[in-house]
């Protein structure tokens, strides 16, 4: 008996070379664009390529690089930010090793920017850190010991913490639980960490007016994505309810919210809200931002969710009445997780706008990354330095905005949305 022999299919068929000529070059109109595209990218990022080597002045960045971080924080504490990012840290690397995938994915870009950041660090730094971190140890006294230890230092602990937990957390998926319960108790710890305890020696308390730079922009956003979420998931909820004065309320706030920009929500919390408190009652300006994020992003979220309610055939609720399930238990177990799942895309890009809209708390006084960099710019030696400036936080943004539509992408993809 004689086999019939298999050949391997062209090798301008597959692989990288078939990846060209099917999407770049499969036709003569589509190797003219490709051309085009190639010679208008060479021209363009060669020119930035050179001016970012040899004309940019990115000593704007490394002399601030602290502000740009953390704004007015002070100095004597930055420790704990550091130790909010060891948590951090940790976990990541827990969450690599118990979930895999995505987390995974996200542990390995972690520490490819600590390393980047600690390759930086040396080649910027004009002395060795240890005889920095000797030098300020000197000068403070065994008290100051954590304040004196260098950039550098820090981010080895971090890179070695996410290293420990990601092997720690192998092959240990019975783990799940307990590290998501983890990152929602990390949450509290870092508010904790960051705002301290009145006059206690260890941890005194700093006024969120301290807090500032891209520590600020991620509590706003991580603040107000976690707290919009289940409201807008209820107010959706509320708009299809068949209780009329629910039905009016959520209809009523959700057209309200979302006939006005969110600049007017801010100037409303930091402007108008104070005239209407109690003289003794006041909420710190963080809060406010806070508050007026969460209410505008759970208007739109609301509107998102019930497309994706609405999209769920009538049968399938029939179905769920029939087996004897309540109107409650249909739509916790049958319903919202369908829409839910139906609705990534959407959730997800409304999620990377407020992230990215958090630069708008810059006109009500808060020194948000932006914030800091329009401080930085106005100091006489950095005048002019636009360029420099707004492209590191443009690169900032694109960083962090990316990842999250990485992750989308992903989940997308592990719950099969739009193949089945």
């Keep these: 008996m004689t086999t019939a022999e298999t050949l391997e299919p062209p090798r301008t068929s597959v692989g990288v070379i078939g990846w060209l000529k ?15 595209a190639l010679w208008f990218l060479y021209t363009i990022l060669s020119q930035m390529i050179v001016w970012a080597f040899t004309s940019a002045r990115w000593e704007v960045i490394t002399a601030n690089l602290r502000l740009f971080m953390v704004g007015p924080f002070p100095p004597s504490q930055v420790w704990r930010v550091w130790l909010v990012l060891c948590i951090v840290s940790t976990l990541m690397g827990l969450s690599g090793g118990v979930f895999g995938g995505t987390m995974r994915t996200f542990a390995r870009w972690l520490a490819a920017s600590y390393a980047t950041l600690i ?6 730094e004009q002395t060795r850190p240890f005889d920095v971190f000797a030098q300020r140890l000197a000068q403070g006294g065994a008290s100051e010991f954590w304040n004196a230890l260098p950039g550098i230092v ?45 006059k206690d020696t260890w941890l005194p308390e700093i006024g969120t007016n301290l807090w500032g730079g891209l520590l600020l922009t991620f509590m706003l956003a991580v603040v107000s994505i976690v707290v919009s979420f289940p409201l807008g998931v209820l107010l959706a909820l509320g708009r299809r309810s068949k209780l009329p004065a629910i039905k009016i309320f959520c209809i009523l ?36 931002a806070i508050a007026g994020m969460t ?66 708390a810059t006109i009500v006084a808060l020194l948000e990354l932006l914030g800091v960099a329009r401080s930085v710019l106005a100091q006489a030696e950095f005048m002019g330095l636009q360029t420099e400036v707004y492209l590191f936080i443009a690169a900032i943004f694109f960083v962090f905005s ?17 193949k089945r």
């Design 402 to 418: 990316y990842a999250m539509s990485f992750a989308s992408y992903r989940v997308e993809e592990a719950l099969g949305v739009g």
């Design 295 to 360: 209410l505008f992003t759970a208007a739109y979220l609301a509107e998102n969710v019930r497309g994706g309610l609405q999209a769920i055939p009538t049968g399938q609720i029939e179905a769920a009445h029939a087996l004897g399930l309540n109107d409650a238990l249909t739509t916790l177990f049958i319903v919202l997780p369908q829409a839910l799942r139906m609705v990534i895309p959407a959730i997800v890009g409304l999620f990377i706008s407020l992230f990215k809209d958090t630069t708008l």
């Design 154 to 198: 820090w981010l080895l602990i971090n890179l070695g913490l996410l290293a420990g937990g990601w092997l720690v957390g192998r092959e240990r998926a019975r783990w799940r639980v307990h590290v998501v319960i983890a990152w929602f108790v990390s949450f509290f710890v870092t508010v904790a960490l960051l705002q301290g305890f009145g």
């Design 22 to 36: 099917k999407n770049l070059f499969s036709t003569w109109y589509n190797t003219a664009l490709t051309l085009i």
């Design 253 to 288: 706030y959700i057209e309200l919210i979302r006939g006005v920009p969110l600049v007017t929500i801010l100037y409303m919390t930091q402007i108008m809200l104070p005239l209407f408190l109690p003289g003794q009652l006041r909420i710190d300006n963080v809060t406010r």
């Design 119 to 124: 390759v930086l660090d040396v080649i910027a």
